[in-house]
């Protein structure tokens, strides 16, 4: 199953989950994220690096979409 196939990777308190059959990343929220590369061979201290990073950009990235989709509810404009 899915699950047998996860590993988890703690970093600071925050739990990643790695899928490597469907190539997802996914935090404790249950954001994820499609990956391409095989973490397998990755040093652990450097992953818990690189996943924090990527779900810090990914929660930046969706914070500014969810801004703009409420400016746009609220204000008449178009963007060319």
Same mark, same amino acid.
């Given at each position: 199953?899915?699950?047998?196939?996860?590993?988890?990777?703690?970093?600071?308190?925050?739990? @990643?989950?790695?899928?490597?059959?469907?190539?997802?990343?996914?935090?404790?929220?249950?954001?994820? =994220?499609?990956? %391409?590369?095989?973490?397998?061979?990755?040093? *652990?201290?450097?992953?818990?690096?690189?996943?924090? *990073?990527? @779900?810090?950009?990914?929660?930046? =990235? %969706?914070?500014? @979409?969810?801004?703009?989709? *409420?400016?746009? %509810?609220? *204000?008449? =404009?178009?963007?060319?």
């Amino acid at each position: 199953t899915d699950e047998q196939n996860k590993k988890y990777i703690c970093n600071d308190g925050t739990v @990643f989950y790695w899928n490597p059959i469907k190539k997802t990343v996914s935090d404790s929220l249950g954001n994820s =994220i499609k990956i %391409r590369e095989d973490l397998s061979d990755i040093k *652990e201290q450097n992953l818990k690096v690189y996943l924090k *990073e990527l @779900f810090d950009k990914y929660y930046e =990235i %969706r914070k500014h @979409f969810e801004m703009d989709c *409420e400016y746009d %509810r609220k *204000e008449d =404009i178009l963007w060319s």
